[in-house]
T-cell receptor, first 115, second 109 residues
């Protein structure tokens, strides 16, 4: 069964450094998303992406964050200057179409630790 | 604003039935999902409701009442592997999910 993949599984970085988290969505899916989950807290929406542009973003997704689909298969999340509070599990997800009537398929996540 | 309420923790016995409730107040509503999340893993899709009523899928059923802003997930014939967090999530707008904090279910022998 096709699945969303993410790399790396774990990333440790110093505060102020840039990180790029990578995802390969399911190949026939058209909508891509990033969510994050701070340890012990709820899953939070960051951004959705469709047709090579951002379709929605949350208040969390500020100027420090950017997303890109650099080729036909990868979908990346960049954090320009990491803060301690960016430490979280970052989940990439994709959906075939609109969520209404469908569902999100999540990747296994990248655990980011900012020191 | 958006708000979803679920019990924080529940415990149930192997072989029993458990009902996990979810109430929501959101700016819009385009459907409600239930996801299962084992510790340290990604959420996995369980069910989707957009119309009032019960959706059944094997040992799992989900109910929705839009007028009451209420849903529940019913798990039958509980197994030890059902120990996990159960996340209620709503589509409040065009195409994103707003999650509740989840209910941690512990199944005991």
């Amino acid at each position: 069964e096709p699945e969303v993949t993410q790399t790396p599984s774990h990333q440790v970085t110093q505060m102020g450094q840039e990180v790029i988290l990578r995802c390969v969505p399911i190949s026939n899916h058209l909508y891509f998303y990033w969510y994050r989950q701070i340890l012990g807290q709820k899953v939070e929406f960051l951004v959705s992406f469709y047709n090579n542009e951002i379709s929605e973003k949350s208040e969390i997704f500020d100027d420090q964050f950017s997303v890109e689909r650099p080729d036909g298969s990868n979908f990346t999340l960049k954090i320009r200057s990491t803060k301690l509070e960016d430490s979280a599990m970052y989940f990439c997800a994709s959906s075939e179409g609109f969520l209404a009537g469908g569902h999100l398929d999540f990747g296994p996540g990248t655990r980011l630790l900012v020191l | 604003g958006q708000n979803i309420d679920q019990p924080t923790e529940m415990t149930a016995t192997e072989g029993a039935i458990v009902q996990i409730n979810c109430t929501y107040q959101t700016s819009g509503f385009n459907g409600l999902f239930w996801y299962q999340q084992h510790a340290g893993e990604a959420p996995t899709f369980l069910s989707y409701n957009v119309l009032d009523g019960l959706e059944e899928k094997g040992r799992f059923s989900s109910f929705l009442s839009r007028s009451k802003g209420y849903s529940y997930l019913l798990l039958k014939e509980l197994q030890m592997k059902d120990s996990a967090s159960y996340l209620c999530a709503v589509i409040p707008g065009a195409n994103n999910l707003f999650f509740g904090t989840g209910t941690r279910l512990t199944v005991i022998p």
